[in-house]
């Protein structure tokens, strides 16, 4: 599936919070490095390789993409990225029963990591938003590529 222009960066509420699309290969590297940066002090988080991650988030090398579309977001404070989000929709999970989860109504948001509250409002504000304006009533989380 194919993603329309992407949404420009929009302030959250609060202390400088702006949500904004990833577009390229630093924001890429922002995106999956962010996730380490919030879970490295915690004693009992077992990261993921990043290289699998990068392969999760990239369309030429992840074949969920060849029946749904994703769109990946930071949070940022100033200069310093304080978290991320996807947001996504599956073509599969549209064709699904409502009582089995899916349905024409479905999106969701996953991907979630965020150092406050504030940055994971204004996260899931903008997931919700950019799965809102393809014409599905809300997104369901977390629900991860």
Do not use: C, Y
Request: charged share 25%; proline share 10%; glycine share 12%.
């Amino acid at each position: 599936m194919s993603s329309t222009a992407p949404p420009p960066a929009q302030p959250a509420s609060g202390r400088g919070i702006v949500v904004r699309p990833v577009e390229d290969a630093p924001d890429r590297k922002a995106f999956v490095d962010v996730g380490f940066e919030l879970n490295s002090s915690d004693p009992n988080w077992v990261p993921p390789l990043k290289t699998e991650v990068h392969g999760l988030i990239d369309p030429r090398t992840n074949p969920w993409f060849r029946h749904a579309e994703a769109r990946f977001f930071l949070a940022e404070r100033g200069d310093k990225v304080v978290g991320r989000i996807s947001a996504q929709i599956d073509a599969q999970v549209l064709a699904m029963p409502e009582r089995q989860g899916g349905g024409p109504g479905t999106g969701h948001w996953g991907m979630l990591e965020a150092a406050d509250a504030e940055a994971a409002a204004g996260l899931l504000a903008r997931a919700g938003g950019w799965v809102k304006a393809r014409e599905r009533a809300g997104a369901l989380g977390p629900l991860s590529l």
